[in-house]
């Protein structure tokens, strides 16, 4: 494969993903806000929440992604955006600076395709996410974009992201799980989470999978637990418990 062919190999689960956010809006409206997560780190939430918006960005939208794990930014440094840990995110909430003028466009030719760094680490980061303020910066940038991608910090380690997912503007979520690494109780943990709330969309992304059967199909690219026997002895979630894990997904992403 030359680079362009492998480039677009590696776009195509996210143009799936991108695809079901449609079946995901409240009254079938567009979604416009989507929350990325996972019940804990290392399940490539902020793979995920990059790759959507880097395929939307290519399909004509105008993408905002947001870096909101604002006790373990990524964003910034992976994408080698300048001054990430200085402005972003944070001194938007604190300082009142204005969120459209923190943006930066760090990806090549996808100009369409704007980030918001997390900005410096708070020292109360869940308390800075419940202000009022957050909601305001979230709003700005909505009415600037056709999507909005948060990705914020996992579920259980933190109260972060269960602050988020309260914000009136917020139209979807989706839970990275990994195949192999997420357990049981994990699954069951987060699902208590979205049974106290009453989000419009909530889709369970599968990371990791090793093979294409029915709708599962995500990334074929490394295999990790291939029976529900092996899932029995580790305690991981096997392949039809993490997509039984939410009760709603977007056909075709899981």
Not at 42 to 48: A, W
Not at 133 to 146: G, I
Not at 179 to 192: I, K, L, N, P, Y
């Amino acid at each position: 494969l030359d680079s362009k062919q492998q480039s677009d190999l590696e776009l195509e689960p996210f143009r799936i993903l991108r695809n079901g956010l449609a079946l995901m809006g409240r009254n079938g409206g567009t979604v416009k806000t989507v929350l990325v997560t996972s019940a804990v780190a290392s399940e490539g939430k902020t793979t995920v929440a990059l790759g959507l918006a880097r395929a939307s960005a290519l399909s004509g939208q105008h993408v905002i992604l947001v870096d909101a794990d604002l006790r373990r930014p990524s964003l910034g440094p992976r994408l080698g955006i300048a001054g990430a840990a200085r402005r972003g995110l944070t001194s938007s909430l604190l300082d009142g600076d204005d969120p459209l003028e923190l943006l930066s466009a760090p990806l090549q030719g996808i100009d369409r395709l704007k980030v918001l760094a997390s900005g410096p680490i708070p020292p109360q980061a869940s308390d800075l996410l419940r202000s009022e303020q957050l909601a305001h910066v979230l709003a700005r940038l909505a009415s600037h974009a056709d999507l909005l991608v948060i990705d914020s910090a996992p579920l259980l380690p933190v109260v972060d992201t269960r602050t988020l997912l309260d914000d009136v503007h917020l139209d979807a979520c989706l839970i990275v799980a990994r195949v192999g690494t997420t357990t049981r109780d994990q699954a069951r943990r987060v699902h208590s989470v979205f049974d106290r709330r009453r989000l419009a969309g909530v889709g369970l992304v599968v990371n990791e999978l090793t093979d294409i059967s029915g709708n599962y199909y995500y990334d074929n690219q490394s295999a990790t637990v291939d029976t529900d026997d092996r899932s029995r002895r580790t305690g991981t979630m096997p392949r039809k418990a993490a997509s039984e894990s939410v009760s709603r997904t977007p056909s075709g992403i899981n």
